[in-house]
């Protein structure tokens, strides 16, 4: 019976994280190194912002919220 409710309990918590929301990915390519794949994240007004590695995260990192901003909009461009 205790093995039926941790089930049950483990179903129900699990149904409840599908229907979140899922965090908006932008840009799915490098911030810097455009042609690159996005495989490293940071969190970013709302959304996640892709790097192709930790060094270009880690320049990411070092950008004010300005700078931040601006590498975006020239991403769209």
Known sequence: MKALA???LSLV??????G???AKTTPS???FQREEAATVYRDFAGAKVGF????????WDGMTDEA???ALAAMKK
């Open 20 to 22: 979140a929301p899922a």
């Open 29 to 31: 390519n490098c911030v």
């Open 52 to 59: 192709c590695c930790n060094q270009c995260a880690a320049r």
């Open 6 to 8: 941790i089930a049950v």
């Open 68 to 70: 931040k901003k601006a």
């Open 13 to 18: 918590a699990l149904s409840s994280c599908a």
